[in-house]
């Protein structure tokens, strides 16, 4: 017998039983499959609720930058980059590969250049953080490192100064008197899209004899 020769059978529902209207009764249908396939397709895991998180991250900080306390909103996964940047103006930490492997973002954190791309703002409210613009002397003096570069004509394009600078006020801090090698290997994390790297070497040296 072929499928269009079988007999049907019609079920008629009644338009009221025990309460129920034909129109209830395909409304509760689609309801049902609704939740079924909703459960189906974010998996078991999200039938029971998720347990609630306890706990958070306090968002508005004090920051001790270039010697003075910034009150600012900070999100729990924010950079310090960013927060520097974008928060409190600093643009002279610049963003460059934003995955610390140029070193334009370099900041001091306490006296040691650090990423401020891969730092995040929240490990450091208790640090005291130094930016490009807080080398400059109350007078409007550059730094000698500062000074040196311009007089060795390390600035190009300029995009990776700021951290080339920190970084070597780092090592001058740490080592004030450093061989060509050393300060070769100091500045190694710093990269210069220009090729300006004997200009910076030979700015780092000429500091070296001014701090």
């Not at 643009?91 to 001091?108: F, H």
Request: glycine share 10%; proline share 5%.
């Amino acid at each position: 017998m072929s499928e269009t020769d079988r007999p049907t059978t019609t079920v008629l529902l009644p338009e009221s039983a025990g309460g129920w209207s034909r129109r209830d009764f395909i409304k509760g249908v689609i309801a049902s499959t609704v939740t079924v396939s909703g459960v189906s397709y974010f998996g078991a895991g999200c039938a029971s609720p998720l347990p609630a998180q306890t706990g958070g991250v306090e968002r508005l900080v004090s920051l001790s930058v270039n010697g003075q306390t910034r009150r600012v909103d900070v999100a729990p996964n924010e950079t310090l980059a960013t927060t520097l940047r974008y928060k409190l103006g600093l643009t002279g930490t610049k963003i460059g590969c934003n995955r610390a492997e140029c070193g334009a973002c370099t900041v001091l954190i306490g006296d040691v250049n650090h990423y401020a791309c891969s730092t995040l703002t929240h490990r450091v409210r208790d640090r005291e953080i130094t930016t490009v613009e807080g080398l400059e002397s109350g007078d409007g003096t550059l730094h000698p490192v500062q000074q040196a570069f311009i007089d060795e004509l390390g600035p190009q394009c300029g995009f990776c100064t700021p951290g080339q600078v920190m970084s070597a006020v780092a090592l001058l801090r740490a080592n004030p008197n450093p061989t060509r090698k050393e300060a070769q290997a100091a500045m190694s994390g710093n990269l210069c899209r220009c090729g300006a790297y004997d200009h910076y070497l030979n700015g780092v040296m000429r500091a070296a004899q001014e701090v």
